[in-house]
T-cell receptor
């Protein structure tokens, strides 16, 4: 099992450019998440999905869009990149554990994005 | 807005010493998880606690969940350089999302 994979690992964009980050998981997890990590800010949830074809906003959704057309994939799009979106982006997947639902997260290795 | 605070923010100690880091919430939560993140990698789950007062041990790491379900601590005995990393706590408030703390950056000096 590869677990959670993310592509690309690094990317440099100019202000106004667009790009898509791809996340794939092979654990048949229902839930998938996109976070950004900035120094001193911890992990902040951008968008998440509770199943194929569904998406929902997290804590910091502005400037991002997502799609979950297949259960194993979760795409994060930046339509018009801004320097404030310079960050490390992590994808995670999870599953429900019934009565003791804890939504334990399995993270990918991250994508380091710089917007100049 | 639920707040999650971790302390200390930074900790640097000598190999062999003991340490404790803390995670405190402004609200009661359903469950809490501790993660460790090494440079250039994603966080990795260490433990999940779901019962107030619960204590779990993972080798030299001891995790405690407060009775009031608003706090947790992580104690490391005889710290080793391999324990170096960013320790994150994350809580679930009863839905499908987690709220992460800002982390404690731990450095163990050989």
């Amino acid at each position: 099992n590869a677990g959670v994979t993310q592509t690309p690992k690094f990317r440099v964009l100019k202000t106004g450019q667009s790009m898509t980050l791809l996340c794939a998981q092979d654990m048949n997890h229902e839930y998938m998440y996109w976070y950004r990590q900035d120094p001193g800010m911890g992990l902040r949830l951008i968008h998440y999905s509770v199943g194929e074809g569904t998406t929902a906003k997290g804590e910091v959704p502005d400037g991002y869009n997502v799609s979950r057309l297949k259960k194993q994939n979760f795409l994060l799009g930046l339509e018009s990149a801004a320097p404030s979106q310079t960050s490390v982006y992590f994808c995670a997947s999870s599953y429900s554990q019934g009565a003791s639902t804890a939504y334990e997260q399995y993270f990918g290795p991250g994508t380091r994005l710089t917007v100049t | 807005t639920q707040l999650l605070e971790q302390s200390p923010q930074f900790l640097s100690i000598q190999e062999g010493e003991n340490l404790t880091v803390y995670c405190n919430s402004s609200s009661v939560f359903s469950s809490l998880q501790w993660y460790r993140q090494e440079p250039g990698e994603g966080p990795v789950l260490l433990v999940t606690v779901v019962t107030g007062g619960e204590v779990k041990k993972l080798k030299r790491l001891t995790f405690q969940f407060g009775d009031a379900r608003k706090d947790s601590s992580l104690h490391i005995t005889a710290a080793q350089p391999g324990d170096t990393g960013l320790y994150l706590c994350a809580v679930n408030f009863g839905n499908e999302k987690l709220t992460f703390g800002t982390g404690t950056r731990l450095t163990i000096i050989p």
